[in-house]
């Protein structure tokens, strides 16, 4: 309402606003603009334990209409409450909206809203990692933030040393002020704000946080009488008084499964249980529950009521005398002590103080209590409240009354990317195949972003002490056998979370990033923030070729980063009539190659270099069989079969046993010499060996698979050419055996030197031909003993 006072009112209003003094005044506010400049003249207010704690909107009267309300946001003001002492409550807040309602001539009416310091963690959304510590250390490091705003707190912990160190908390995308009732709200620790008054300091006085989970530190204010409301009376009463009891779940059980241990977690808790450190949480919830089960709902003038105060009930009919109450909230309506005729001025002037006008937007807090204010009683002072029976262990409220969660954690769906870092070796990793990462959200002096945390907190250093261990997926994972595949510093990671929970996340892949070379090996972008490598694949679709290439390449340890040092592979070529895999390593230029053999390093594909198997190596080879080894060029199914080996033994068996008859028949023998020569016998047990047969039947419940196949029974080592065999060197060739050496050829022998030939012989010579001249004597029969 805008225009002129009625001159009959002005008077009046004038000699009201400007007539009483602080000290005579049942409202008495105080803030930067000055004494008396705003005279309070209603108060609808609310303070609880838990959620923001506390909220006044003032409506005051000015006789300036012209106020600049801009400087007094943020400030903080007193509003003081005359009790029924005398005495003089404070309610202390810091403005955090401020409007001008109406004026009329040069009187204006103003609203003004009180929060606490608490109310400006909603103004800011993080995400922010904290290791290691404490839920009073979190809350601790996060109220330092907002050291601008001289927060005052302190802690009432039966046992702190009861809350362990918390591995991995993270606070994602929540503001502060959601992320620390959360945090509380988990550990079991509620809060409540104490005031203080100093109407001439600088911020005209405090209001402390006090951050509790037992009852024995709330303020004792004594017993309150259950009255009739009475304006003679010279102390305050409660006027109503009801009771409610509702149906509540009596017993929580809770089962995690842990990963650490391999073992079931489980914890339960009935009502009236105590607390026991190994089902905490269970015993939280009961005593949430049990909040719910019984409240009082009440209603009076009893000024000096606070939340998180204890206070007894006289002359009540169902109250014991002894009954004890814990205060959860209060509800404030007041007016100052303006006379009646003032209001009727103030009503035709500047319209009710409870008209309709818009709600201040929600500043800070969002919480529903910020609407209108109610209609206005005629008494200078009303409440209501909530309370209940002292001995429930009071706990914040985590659900509503329906299952949903009040405070829930950040649910991540799907998956976020990640920098694998270290401390600067290409690998940090533990035992149990973790390895540390840091997201692109992490601000701090190594951020992907490039941008520091407002705090000054270097929460992205990009090593170690970025983020706790994160377990890394692996398609096979067994005791002593599986897969390990670690991604290295610098890597691009996509993280999951178990159950969309950020403090449980697992490393489910490792993905290519950059822009890759056009042609060529590496990435056109060599790194970025958060020691991040450019990433791109070895093999590719270019280089005059499609994307023919699948496989696994490693790199070694020290060039991870720049992907340019010694490396295995198993490359495989899918290439349609030129299929390859190829086994191969950096050291030594070792490799083995199956199928279509290419030339060609890298991504290349070069011309043809053979066909089959190769294996190569630039330092030594070995090649060992401890039950036998054929090397053959006969064709055939079975592993160890060579039926052609095996018919030329039995063939040079044959004709060793018919030239050595021969030659006993012309006495071409070495004394003693046994009728049966020994190398028969090695030539017998040879086919014994190559005819030999295993068995491959399956153990136990496993079906298939059964069967013979042919394998030596002894160790040999057997080599087999259907055409022929040449065995060439440009130096020195040695057979050795340690019984017997056979040469036995079916149609000539042929030995050529062009130097000497050498024989030695320490048990005696035999030599004997079984050809014949045509007079039928034999050519030659020479034994020497």
């Known amino acids: 309402m805008d225009g002129s006072v009625p001159a009959p009112q002005w008077p009046a209003l004038r000699s009201a606003l400007a007539g009483p003094s602080h000290a005579q005044r049942f409202l008495r506010l105080h803030t930067s603009l000055g004494s008396d400049v705003l005279v309070a003249e209603t108060l609808d207010g609310v303070e609880q334990i838990d959620g923001m704690g506390f909220q006044w909107t003032i409506t005051a009267l000015s006789l300036d209409a012209g106020l600049q309300l801009a400087p007094l946001i943020g400030q903080g003001a007193l509003l003081q409450l005359q009790q029924a002492d005398a005495s003089l409550r404070p309610l202390h807040g810091r403005i955090t909206a401020a409007e001008r309602l109406g004026s009329n001539g040069g009187l204006a009416r103003y609203r003004l809203r009180l929060q606490p310091w608490l109310a400006f963690l909603s103004q ?26 001289a927060p005052a707190w302190r802690w009432s912990l039966g046992d702190a040393s009861q809350y362990a160190r918390r591995s991995l908390t993270t606070q994602y995308q929540e503001s502060d002020l959601a992320f620390v009732q959360r945090l509380l709200a988990e550990e079991g620790i509620y809060y409540w704000f104490e005031h203080a008054g100093e109407p001439g300091g600088a911020d005209f006085g405090t209001h402390t946080l006090v951050l509790a989970d037992h009852s024995n530190d709330t303020a004792e204010l004594g017993r309150v009488r259950f009255h009739r409301r009475d304006e003679s009376e010279r102390s305050d009463s409660v006027q109503q008084w009801s009771t409610a009891h509702r149906w509540r779940p009596g017993k929580v059980e809770r089962t995690t499964w842990d990963y650490r241990t391999l073992e079931r977690r489980q914890a339960s808790a009935e009502a009236g249980q105590g607390n026991d450190l190994g089902i905490v949480d269970p015993v939280l919830c009961v005593d949430a529950l049990r909040v719910r089960a019984h409240t009082i709902d009440g209603a009076g003038q009893w000024r000096a009521l606070a939340p998180g105060a204890r206070f007894g009930l006289s002359q009540h009919p169902q109250v014991g005398e002894d009954a004890q109450f814990l205060c959860l909230s209060v509800l404030h309506q007041a007016r100052n002590n303006l006379d009646a005729d003032v209001f009727d001025a103030l009503e035709q002037t500047l319209g009710p103080a409870s008209v309709a006008v818009p709600a201040l937007p929600d500043a800070l807090s969002g919480l529903a209590y910020g609407q209108a204010p109610g209609e206005v009683s005629t008494a200078f002072y009303d409440n209501r409240f909530v309370a209940i029976p002292a001995e429930v262990n009071y706990r914040p409220q985590t659900e509503d009354g329906h299952g949903a969660h009040l405070h829930p954690r950040p649910t991540i769906t799907g998956t976020l990317s990640a920098v694998v870092v270290s401390d600067g070796d290409p690998l940090l990793s533990d035992r149990d195949h973790r390895i540390k990462v ?3 959200w992490q601000r701090g002096g190594n951020a992907s972003s490039g941008l520091a945390h ?86 590719f679709e270019g280089n005059d070729h499609a994307a023919v290439y699948t496989g696994f390449k490693s790199q070694a340890l020290a060039d991870s980063q720049g992907g340019t040092g010694g490396y295995q592979q198993l490359r495989f070529d899918d290439t349609p009539g030129q299929g390859r895999a190829q086994l191969s390593t950096t050291q030594h230029e070792t490799t083995l190659t199956l199928g279509h053999l290419k030339g060609g390093q890298d991504n290349v ?22 039950r036998g080894l054929l090397l053959t060029t006969e064709q ?67 079906a298939g698979g059964d069967g013979e196949g042919t394998g030596l029974e002894r160790a040999r080592a057997a080599g087999q050419r259907c055409g022929r065999v040449l065995s060439l060197t440009p130096a020195d060739q040695v057979w050795v055996s340690g019984t017997h050496t056979t040469l036995a050829s079916g149609v000539a022998l042929n030995w050529m030197t062009q130097g000497s030939l050498t024989m030695a012989v320490a048990g005696g010579l035999v030599m004997y031909t079984a050809g014949v001249q045509p007079s039928g004597e034999v050519l030659c029969v020479d034994t020497t003993a």
Do not use: C
């Not at 594909?605 to 060992?624: D, K, P």
């Open 438 to 440: 840091q997201f692109p």
């Open 454 to 539: 407002p705090g000054g907190d270097d929460n992205a250093p990009a090593n170690g002490g970025a983020w706790t261990w994160v377990r890394v997926m692996i398609p096979w994972a067994g005791d002593n056998w599986g897969g390990v595949v670690l991604p290295r510093r610098g890597q691009e990671v996509l993280v999951a979370f178990l159950e969309g929970d950020i403090d449980r996340p697992v490393v489910v892949g490792a993905v290519y990033n950059g822009r890759g070379q056009q042609d060529a090996q590496h990435n056109q972008i060599n790194g970025g923030g958060a020691t991040a490598t450019g990433n791109a694949a070895a093999w």
């Open 124 to 149: 800011r959304v993080d995400s922010y990692v904290f290791h290691d510590k404490t839920v009073v250390e979190i809350v601790e490091d996060l109220f330092a933030d907002y050291s601008g705003l």
């Open 605 to 626: 594909r070069e011309g043809e270099r053979g066909f089959g198997v190769e294996l190569s190596t630039q330092a030594q080879g070995a090649l060992r069989a401890g």
């Open 636 to 702: 055939g199914s079975p592993q160890m079969a060579a039926p052609q080996a095996l018919s030329q033994l039995q063939e040079s068996q044959q004709l060793l046993q018919q030239l050595a008859e021969s030659a006993a028949n012309q006495q071409a023998q070495l004394p003693g010499e046994p009728t049966e020569l020994p190398v028969d016998t090695t030539l017998t047990e040879l086919q014994e060996t190559l005819r030999a047969t295993y068995s491959g039947s399956a153990a136990g419940s496993i």
